[in-house]
């Protein structure tokens, strides 16, 4: 695969850090694989690969993750691959990826996270699948990632939450799980489809965990 990116800085009112972005605006698929052979693009004065800490592919129809990127960026921390035709994402995908902090694969087609999937990617903080077509989650995706504070899982109708596929586990009548989200600390309480504490159990300490649009609150 062969990357063209337009480069920029890019500075939030949510943060003092300036983020030095790769905007990849178009793609050569040279083998089946999303190994990334070449990376085009004109950096901006006094910038190099070096100084790239995020990538960014949006509407380009890669299908494949693209591997190697830190025999490019070796300083990058987050990649979103948005609305590209991704089917799969596996640990193999991820190899490399130890400073990665932020993981966006919004709007894809991936249908199953494997239980090793972020063994290469432990300072992951943030992790969104939203919109995608996943149907199956196992309870120990997300071991190891001590750093992990927000999970978007939203929008995947196929996901069962009422724990049939999780074997691990007695089924409960009733969930409480701590969140932090934007109006505050509130607990998940007793629903149809979430009934299986093991499972829910991974994500009580991260700041936000979003898995559908609505849940019964506890005031």
């Known amino acids: ?64 993750f693209p591997r190697h990127l830190y025999n490019y960026y070796p300083n990058l921390k987050s990649i ?63 071991d190891g990632l001590k750093k992990l504070k927000n999970v978007n899982l939203e929008v995947n109708s196929g996901i069962d939450w009422s724990c049939r596929e999780i074997k691990r586990g007695s089924f409960l009548d009733e969930v409480k799980t701590n969140l932090k989200e934007n109006f505050g600390e509130r607990k998940i309480v007793k629903d149809d489809r979430i009934k299986c504490m093991d499972f829910f159990r991974a994500f009580q300490y991260l700041d936000n965990f979003r898995a559908f649009y609505s849940v019964v609150i506890e005031d």
């Open 1 to 64: 695969m062969e990357l063209f990116c337009e480069y920029y800085n890019y500075s939030s009112a949510l943060s003092d850090e300036i983020s030095y972005i790769c905007r990849v605006t178009a793609f050569n698929r040279i083998a089946s694989t999303g190994r990334v052979m070449s990376i085009q693009g004109t950096h901006l004065e006094g910038r190099s690969n070096i100084d790239v800490n995020t990538l960014i592919v949006v509407d380009q129809k890669i299908e494949n």
């Open 80 to 142: 979103s691959v948005i609305s590209c035709g991704l089917k799969t994402l596996s640990k193999v995908d991820l190899t490399g990826c130890k400073r990665i902090e932020k993981l966006m694969l919004n709007g894809n087609l991936i249908t199953s996270i494997d239980s090793d999937v972020f063994e290469h990617a432990q300072n992951l903080e943030t992790i969104s699948f939203f919109k995608n077509r996943i149907s199956f989650v196992p309870d120990n995706a997300f």
